[in-house]
Each structure stands twice: as structure tokens, then as C-alpha cells.
């Protein structure tokens, strides 16, 4: 993340340390923590993913769980509100793969759809349009995912044929495409 750092134990469980403010860490505080400290009730762990002010995760059993900073609701609980420990994001129960951007957070659904959900004004959450979306939406164009990135205001992402797609803010080349402008949905990583 920009301040805080996160692993999963061999157990399962989480753990987080670095700077507790928006109560990123997890651990019902807004306090830092200066050694790995157990995350409230995520002790089924797969994967997690450390964003800007917030943390999200995948439980064994499929479920999407942020917590931290909840503005434009990066924690897809249809929510700007804080959240102290582990909320389950709405209507992500089949998830293999999460990611925390900087104001949005994206997600591969177990049949490889991908969706993302938060802040959009450079497009970033794939869907064509900049209204930031309180919940997960479907990436458009974007149902074979196998891998997935996601930036401050952009993403990538590899099809399962192996091409590299990528979408939201084209500033500085960042999208790959020989291009500045903002890709609203997923577009082709140019090859040499």
C-alpha cells in the first residue's frame, strides 16, 4: 500500500503494519502498528491487496472484504463510511483475485469476469462511464481474466489468450498503447 504493508500467515491469517490511519490495518483501530498485527476475524485469508488508504481481501470461501478509508466507496459496501475491520463487499461471494487501487478497487469473479467498483473520473473502473459505482460492476468487454493490476487511476489486466488489456488514465503512456488518452474500457497493450 502507500503507507501500510499486508501478508496472509501459512493459517490464513491476515496481518497488516505500517501507518492505521482510516483504520487500514484492520485491527479495530487507527493506530500504526510497528510489527505484522493480526487483522479482526480474517483468519481464512487467500489473497489481499493494500491500497492507497484502504486493504481488501479474498476469504477461502469467495467473499471480497475491505476495511479502511471509505470514501467514494472503494470498499464496495455501498458505503462512504469507514470501515475498523473486514466488510463484506456487496455481491462479491465468488472471487479469486482482488486488487486496491488508489480511490477504486477491481476483482476477478471465478469465471474470469472481472469487475471494479469506487472512484471513476478517469475511467478506471472500466465500464465506460465516470460515475463512481458503490458496488461491484462488470468491466466491460472483460470476462476471460486470469490476472489483474490495478494502479492510482488505471488498470491491466492479461486475458486467458495471454493479452495484455488495459484501461483508465492513458497519462504518461501508462496504458501501453502508444496513446495519452483515457481508455474508458479495456483496450490492447500495443506489441512491438
Not at 492505521?20 to 489481499?48: E, Q
Not at 464496495?76 to 483475485?97: E, F, I, K, M, Y
Request: some cysteine; hydrophobic content about 30%; charged content about 15%.
Amino acid at each position: 500500500g502507500f503507507s501500510h504493508t499486508c501478508a496472509i500467515r501459512s493459517s490464513g491469517q491476515a496481518v497488516c503494519w505500517g501507518n492505521g490511519d482510516d483504520s487500514r490495518l484492520g485491527d479495530g483501530s487507527s493506530a500504526d502498528n510497528l510489527i505484522p498485527g493480526d487483522v479482526t476475524d480474517l483468519s481464512d485469508a487467500v489473497t489481499i491487496s493494500a491500497g492507497l488508504r484502504h486493504t481488501c481481501a479474498i476469504r477461502a470461501s469467495g467473499q471480497a472484504v475491505c476495511w479502511g478509508n471509505g470514501d467514494d466507496y472503494r470498499l464496495g459496501n455501498n458505503s462512504t463510511d469507514d470501515q475498523l475491520t473486514p466488510s463484506n463487499v456487496s455481491h462479491l461471494t465468488n472471487a479469486r483475485s482482488i486488487k486496491a487501487g488508489s480511490s477504486h478497487t477491481c476483482a476477478i469473479r471465478a469465471g474470469g469476469q472481472a469487475v471494479c467498483w469506487g472512484r471513476s473520473t478517469e475511467y478506471q473502473t472500466g465500464d465506460g462511464d465516470t460515475a463512481t459505482n458503490t458496488t461491484p460492476s462488470s468491466v466491460t468487454n472483460l470476462s476471460d481474466a486470469v490476472a489483474l493490476s490495478a494502479g492510482s487511476i488505471f488498470n491491466c489486466a492479461v486475458r486467458s489468450s495471454g493479452e495484455a488489456v488495459c484501461w483508465g488514465s492513458g497519462t504518461y503512456n501508462r496504458l501501453g498503447d502508444d496513446s495519452t488518452s483515457n481508455n474508458p474500457i479495456p483496450g490492447p497493450v500495443s506489441t512491438p
